[in-house]
């Protein structure tokens, strides 16, 4: 592989592959993980070449071979390069759900505020027409009397012309009444209506920030699950270790070189003014 | 008196045992390679980081207005050099004015910018506030007592224990060869080189050479100087060069768009770039030759055809095969083999040094 085919493909893995912690792996109850060299993808790009080849039973000169090899590098460049577009892309939707959680959020606000809005506005249509309907009829009662004293002062009463009058009063007032009660009922059927429109609206939009939440959710979690191990086992020297000795043997003398460095680096500390 | 003295049942009473795994959360080894050039960090947590070993610290009130009062690290201390007091505190593997009798240069800003890089690297490796750092420190093999000191100095500030070792033993410690072999770990400021025979590399198993990275860089900006004097270019553009093309070969075609006269050109520097990273190759093999003809003359042969090529200095392109020839011309044959990731290399080794060092020890020396 030449050179910069190699850089390249390092430094796409290396860009493809996700950091993570070892603590967080542990968290997550894995306890090893395999770990694949660069090198080893080179080696299985020419083995699964010339299989391929061998299986299909085509011979090749060595440069069509080494020809085909570099086309199937090229090619899984290719592969990481969509590979760490789609990364892009998961990230993009891992901002994306926030923003969708966030805006449901706010669409949750929106909802609970309107219901209450409508709740309102329902209770005051009938708490409106009462109080009108009180005061037409105290209206009524005043305007009822002043035409009795009116009438009554009159040298010749006329009570049939009275209760006529009272009642076409009281008519007029029934209709006037009535209109009053149709044009605010329409109001407020407006408005109520105007409020359901903007629940309606506000639930289809909450329902659709929903779907796309689940779905944002999904595809973000696509990466990395199927990581079974990742362990440095516990720290210390393997009795096991083939170099045991030789190892235990270099380990105690850097200790042993960095004791005598730390005692001149304390002296030294002592010897500085306080 | 404590409550186990007055009872003395008390002091019988088992405890329950740390487990394994609450002990290795409870600390965190870190390998670190103090480089020159880069700063690497490798962590039992899994972290792996490096960092350009540049510490720059806003120069001016309208600096710090801009880019606050912390100090910047690396790439980003880099690009905002001229709002900067920009330090580079490592020289040739060690704390600028950390040598005896180097009073050169500003000692005690290069240690403070040091300590801070230190400090930095470790909070790469995101340490829990609870956990114990334990760290081993790669520095150069030949590094003096008062080098070494130095490091320690500026590490303690942030570690709970750390220990220095020769960076290239820290590699082969890393690749768990130990014997019969050659390293060559190729930094910014020195290249150092280290013979592994199975037992802990005396003074006389090591060498260090000041030609690095740096020299390299220095012998391109001469010859770019000399072949195309009217070409303009900084320090910074010949390093961003021979980071990106770096070649021993020869065969690579090297082109970099520089400005003349104020426009961008395309400039073939090739020959300049080959000659220049060649011109690490014969000191170096005069210096492995220096190495096999001491040693026992039975195992001359294996230890010649066992070098290890690793530092940042291995990413030249065609360098191992360089040294090959080089090797076979002057050495009667060679056998030289690149480390997988140079960056890391000493970083990896330095973590397993960390982590197969006895418990007892780190807490002697914290």
């Known amino acids: 592989m030449s050179n910069s085919l190699t850089r390249s493909l390092y430094h796409l893995m ?199 939440l689940a779905r944002a959710r999904a595809a973000a979690n696509t990466s990395d699950e199927d990581i079974e191990e990742f362990d440095m086992g516990p720290a210390g020297l393997k009795s096991q270790d083939p170099q045991f000795e030789k190892k235990k043997q270099v380990l105690e003398e850097i200790f042993k070189l960095n004791v005598e460095l730390k005692s001149m680096v304390d002296s030294e500390g002592d010897k500085k003014p306080t | 008196m404590n409550d186990a003295a007055a009872n003395p049942s008390d002091s019988t009473t088992p405890t329950a045992p740390v487990s394994a795994q609450e002990e290795e959360t409870s600390i965190l080894h870190i390998g670190m390679d103090l480089g020159t050039s880069r700063t690497a960090i490798a962590a039992s947590n899994g972290a792996r980081e490096s960092v350009f070993s540049y510490v720059g610290y806003p120069k001016d009130v309208v600096s710090r207005k801009l880019l606050g009062d912390e100090p910047l690290y690396g790439e980003a201390a880099i690009k905002k050099r001229l709002s900067l007091n920009l330090f580079r505190p490592l020289e040739k593997g060690v704390i600028k004015g950390s040598t005896e009798g180097d009073a050169s240069e500003d000692t005690e800003g290069n240690a403070a910018a040091a300590a801070a890089l230190v400090q930095y690297a470790i909070r790469m490796a995101k340490p829990r506030p609870d956990q114990l750092i334990y760290a081993v420190i790669g520095c150069p093999a030949e590094a003096s007592i008062t080098n070494r000191t130095s490091i320690i100095n500026a590490a303690k500030q942030v570690v709970d224990s750390v220990m220095i070792a020769s960076e290239p033993f820290a590699v082969a410690y890393g690749l768990d060869v130990l014997t019969d072999a050659l390293v060559i770990d190729i930094g910014a400021g020195t290249t150092d080189l280290c013979r592994m025979h199975g037992t802990m590399p005396e003074p006389e198993d090591q060498i260090t050479l000041a030609i690095a990275g740096d020299k390299i860089d220095q012998l391109l900006a001469k010859l770019m100087k000399q072949n195309h004097p009217e070409v303009q270019f900084s320090e910074r553009m010949i390093t961003q060069a021979k980071e990106e093309h770096a070649t021993a070969t020869g065969a690579h075609e090297v082109i970099v768009t520089w400005p003349v006269n104020g426009k961008p050109t395309p400039i073939d520097i090739t020959k300049e770039m080959n000659e220049a990273c060649h011109s690490i190759v014969p000191p170096i093999v005069e210096a492995l030759g220096k190495l096999v003809a001491s040693f026992d003359p039975e195992f001359q042969d294996v230890l010649r055809n066992n070098v290890i090529l690793g530092g940042g200095g291995s990413r030249i392109r065609g360098l191992g095969n360089a040294i090959e020839s080089y090797m076979a011309e002057h050495l009667g044959g060679g056998k030289v083999n690149t480390v997988e990731e140079p960056v890391y290399a000493g970083a990896n080794g330095a973590l397993k040094i960390a982590r197969d060092m006895p418990a007892e020890y780190w807490e002697q020396l914290s």
């Open chain 1, 14 to 212: 290396r860009g493809a592959s996700r950091p993570t912690s070892l603590s967080r792996l542990k968290q997550r109850g894995h306890k090893r993980v395999s770990i694949l060299r660069y090198r080893d993808i080179e080696m299985l790009i020419d083995t699964s070449v010339e299989n391929t080849l061998s299986k299909m039973g085509i011979e090749l000169s060595d440069r069509d071979i080494k020809g085909l090899g570099a086309e199937a590098r090229v090619e899984f460049l290719a592969l990481l390069h969509e590979r760490d577009s789609l990364r892009e892309t998961v990230d993009d939707l891992v901002t994306q759900q926030e923003e969708l959680e966030a805006n449901r959020a706010v669409l949750k606000e929106r909802l609970t505020e309107t219901k209450s809005e409508l709740d309102e506005e329902q209770a005051a249509e009938d708490e409106e027409l009462v109080e009108f309907g009180e005061d037409l009829t105290s209206l009524e009662g005043r305007i009822s009397a002043s035409l009795r004293a009116l009438l009554s002062d009159s040298a010749t009463p006329r009570d049939a012309l009275t209760a006529r009058a009272i009642e076409l009063v009281r008519a007029a007032f029934d209709e006037q009444r009535e209109e009053v009660a149709n044009r605010t009922r329409a109001e407020q059927a407006e408005r109520v209506g105007l409020l359901q429109r903007r629940l309606s609206k506000l639930n289809k939009k909450l329902e659709e920030s929903e779907a796309m």
